[in-house]
């Protein structure tokens, strides 16, 4: 699988939060973190050639760029590939595919771990990967199959039990992280009674010998084999004696972390560099590279170190900085479309940690009030957007199922355009006016209305793209102030976010949508991820309806999933703003390389090389 498509393994960040993602890190403008279009839907009016009359600069296509490098001499064998993680701020260092939170950590873990699954380009799993599934759909089972001799790198074999045990770990009370309420987890049998702290072990999964495992399903839902499995094991031989509490700081993971990819481990400096050597007992062959060296690279410098070949590859590389350095010399552009979004969320309600769901109380938030939210909307131009800030390599997003997943993207679906005359009067409807003529429009009520946004830095344009939206919404008499008067860094950002900080009313972010379609996962009533804490029996009922055994027939599981963009429309809990597509650097050097989605044996990592 190559570097793109592993991450499109996670159902959510993977990226997650996007610094974009998962859920995607300083590489972006609008946001720090963070993941997938067919160029239909909005990408028609973000993506065309020419020149946007309006800003003079050149408007870029992604699909005029490849997704493989063309250099195609043989590996040396030898050398060692400098990675650049595009990123204003340190990544974390929560170094394990079941604990991590943010895009920048995911990015790390990928250079020295991988999924035991591989995908195809439609994101249905295959067998191509160290383990191997069967699906039987009359008893509803699945039967997982580990290829033998498969090592981690401290040479011990991986055995079934260690993918087995990132269920348990996901699963546990305890458990520190962020996941576990997808299908993949909620449908297998007992895990919920577990979860729950009720059983001592997940009944559904039956151990039939070292690599053999069998899990049983209260249903076959169809995400299960589209992303919903969970991918990834965990060494539990390298976590004997850990809490699981305490799994998130500890060393095996911030220090010593242990895959079984191409590449292990040889140093860490926390949060800004990570030496990773050959690992000569690699299950699929031996690297072609002696290692790899990535390091945390600001979005100010990572041009200039591409340039002068401190860096072969730039990850998350700055969107917005493609047209002053398009023509650099020694550099061979990648692009591709992303699967994720950017979106201005609304604080709808609160998470309720005790009862682990969402309370949606739209009454009692400032923001609760539909009309107020369509106004808003109506006043964004994000065409223009699209085309001055990012030359057309982001585009005017319309629903919150995404391009990307052309088979799923409901074209159709009428959305505002920008408008705003229109924003003024559904106001002036809605009983926002300025009674004390400060030129800001008071509540209904006739009380001070000022909306608290709160935008994250990272990027030459964070702070112009932010100060723009402001600026609209002001000229429709809205009051939007920065919360804390500034930006604010990805990672206390997200902590405020999360944590449903009283200072936030609207916020900026983006998703990365990962592989299935179903979007339960963010917007479930259930999931910390749902950030705006919006829950109503409509949506719930039509995302679960999404990925039941009804919906195993495609165009019903379309019409389901229509229905539900068209909901998110009218209802607003977020207005999606921009789809993107992603822009990476490769020194000339550099052999197999690819940002292609989908399982292509020739440029998985341990086929990454450099030239003679």
Not at 90 to 105: K, S
Not at 272 to 288: I, L, N, S
Not at 474 to 503: C, H, P, S
Request: with cysteine; proline share 5%; charged share 25%.
């Amino acid at each position: 699988m190559t570097k793109y498509s592993w991450s499109k393994l996670m159902f959510f960040m993977t990226l997650i939060m996007v610094l974009a993602l998962a859920a995607c890190g300083g590489g972006s403008s609008e946001e720090a973190e963070s993941d997938e279009g067919s160029g239909e839907s909005g990408g028609e009016e973000g993506s065309e050639g020419g020149e946007d009359s309006a800003s003079g600069e050149d408007i870029y296509n992604y699909e005029d760029y490849n997704t493989v490098v063309a250099n195609d001499a043989e590996p040396t064998g030898e050398g060692t590939l400098k990675v650049g993680l595009t990123s204003d701020t340190p990544f974390e260092g929560t170094l394990n595919f079941n604990l991590y939170q943010g895009n920048p950590d995911f990015e790390v873990i990928s250079l020295f771990d991988e999924p035991v699954f591989t995908m195809d380009e439609d994101f249905q799993y295959t067998n191509d990967g160290a383990m191997q599934y069967e699906v039987n759909e009359e008893d509803s089972t699945i039967t997982f199959t580990l290829q033998e001799g498969v090592k981690w790198h401290d040479g011990e074999e991986m055995t079934i039990e260690d993918y087995v045990y990132s269920y348990e770990v996901i699963g546990h009370p305890d458990y520190p992280g962020i996941r576990g309420a997808t299908d993949g987890f909620t449908l297998l049998e007992g895990y919920n009674e577990y979860k729950a702290g009720e059983a001592d072990e997940i009944s559904g999964i039956e151990v039939v010998d070292d690599y053999t495992a069998v899990f049983t399903y209260t249903e076959l839902a169809p995400s299960l084999t589209n992303g919903g499995i969970w991918a990834y094991a965990m060494p539990e031989h390298h976590y004997e004696g850990v809490e699981i509490a305490d799994m998130a700081e500890a060393p095996q993971t911030r220090e010593n972390p242990l895959g079984f990819g191409p590449y292990k481990v040889e140093s860490i400096t926390p949060g800004e560099a990570v030496v990773m050597t050959k690992f000569e007992d690699y299950w699929r062959g031996e690297p072609q590279l002696d290692g790899i060296e990535l390091s945390v690279v600001s979005p100010s410098s990572i041009a200039n170190a591409m340039e002068t070949g401190e860096t072969d590859v730039a990850i998350n590389f700055p969107t917005d900085q493609f047209p002053d350095v398009s023509e650099m010399e020694g550099v061979e552009w990648l692009a591709n479309i992303e699967g994720s979004y950017t979106y201005i969320g609304f604080k709808l309600g609160e998470w309720n940690e005790e009862e682990g769901r969402v309370d949606y109380k739209p009454e009692e938030m400032k923001m609760g009030d539909k009309e107020l939210r369509r106004a808003m909307w109506y006043a964004m131009d994000n065409d223009a957007v699209g085309n001055r800030f990012y030359n057309g390599l982001r585009w005017k997003a319309t629903t919150l199922i995404t391009p990307y997943h052309e088979a799923w993207h409901n074209e159709d679906v009428e959305v505002p355009d920008y408008d705003p005359e229109k924003a003024k009067q559904i106001l002036d409807e809605a009983g926002y006016e300025d009674t004390d003529g400060d030129g800001f429009r008071e509540d209904p009520d006739g009380e001070p209305l000022e909306i608290n946004f709160a935008s994250m830095s990272g990027g030459d344009i964070a702070e112009p793209l932010t100060n723009y939206y402001i600026q609209a919404w002001k000229e429709i008499g809205l009051n939007v102030q920065l919360t804390n008067g500034r930006l604010i860094e990805f990672n206390t950002f997200y902590d405020m976010v999360e944590n449903d900080d009283e200072a936030i009313d609207i916020y900026q972010g983006a998703w990365g949508v990962g592989s299935d379609v179903d979007p339960y996962g963010l917007y479930g009533p259930d999931v910390p991820f749902n950030y705006p804490r919006y829950a109503t029996e409509e949506s719930t009922e039509l995302m679960e309806r999404g990925n039941s055994e009804e919906a195993l027939d495609v165009e019903t599981r379309q019409d389901i999933y229509n229905e539900w963009q068209e909901l998110m429309v009218e209802e607003m809990p977020v207005i999606p703003t921009l789809y993107r597509s992603e822009v990476e650097p490769v020194n000339e050097r550099v052999v197999n390389y690819g940002i292609e989605i989908g399982h292509n044996e020739e440029t998985l990592p341990y086929q990454w090389g450099v030239s003679e």
